[in-house]
């Protein structure tokens, strides 16, 4: 019954490889998102797709690339691994939300994976 | 641009009542909402301000004024489990309001 899961759980990887995140919901949402959550606990989102569309895409580098193969998975693929990447990376999930001030739609967050690169 | 401002820690004993402050600039405001991470845990959601004033759900509460660009979550009668981070965020209006730009979190700390 597992609404937003995330795989792995922990990742630990040498600096300058390449590794991947799976992210998939079943809540029937259509707007997922990626946020790194750094030791300073400061939450920031990196990317989000509206029905396999980016459509946020902040300045994060290059070596960062997402993939939504369908709108219930997001997945998150980093190149060239650095030791500045260690945080933990959250995807979520929501329905999209419109302009109107009343309307809200929260974001579910899945359990993270703890990156660290040595 | 969006910036929150919270205070970096808050402690309280059980049974106490606590008020954790946020204030906000923004260039367009689409409501506050608040975020409770427990330590090792996601961020779960806890209540959103579209308007001024306040909203109650169970022990907790939010307020907002618009006017002072400052919102505030109200926990009432505290239990070691409300232990947790605390995040207030907006919504960016540049990106369709689908972004949330995070305050810089507060951590509640409750001891017996």
């Known amino acids: 019954d597992t609404a937003v899961s995330q795989t792995p759980k922990y990742l630990v990887t040498q600096m300058g490889n390449d590794k991947s995140i799976k992210c998939e919901q079943n809540?029937?949402?259509?707007?997922m998102y990626w946020y790194k959550q750094d030791s300073k606990k400061f939450l920031k989102i990196m990317f989000s797709?509206?029905?396999?569309?980016?459509?946020i895409n902040e300045t994060v580098p290059n070596r960062f690339s997402p993939k939504s193969p369908d709108k219930a998975h997001l997945n998150l693929h980093i190149n060239s691994l650095e030791l500045g990447d260690s945080a933990v990376y959250f995807c979520a999930s929501s329905r999209r939300t419109s302009g109107g001030l009343r309307a809200y739609n929260e974001q579910f967050f899945g359990p993270g994976t703890r990156l660290t690169v040595l | 641009g969006q910036s929150l401002e919270q205070p970096s820690e808050v402690t309280a004993v059980e049974g106490a009542i606590v008020q954790i402050n946020c204030t906000y600039q923004?260039?367009?405001?689409?409501?506050l909402s608040w975020y409770q991470q427990h330590d090792g845990g996601a961020p779960t959601f806890l209540s959103y301000?579209?308007?001024?004033g306040l909203e109650e759900t169970g022990r907790f509460s939010s307020f907002l004024s618009r006017s002072d660009s400052y919102g505030y979550l109200l926990l009432q009668e505290l239990q070691m489990k409300d232990s947790a981070s605390y995040f207030c965020?907006?919504?960016?209006?540049?990106?369709?309001?689908?972004?949330?730009?995070f305050g810089t979190g507060t951590r509640l700390l409750v001891s017996p």
């Open positions: 965020a907006v919504r960016d209006s540049n990106t369709g309001f689908q972004k949330l730009v």
């Open positions: 301000n579209a308007l001024d």
């Open positions: 797709y509206n029905n396999k569309e980016l459509i």
């Open positions: 923004t260039s367009g405001f689409y409501g």
């Open positions: 809540l029937g949402h259509d707007t």
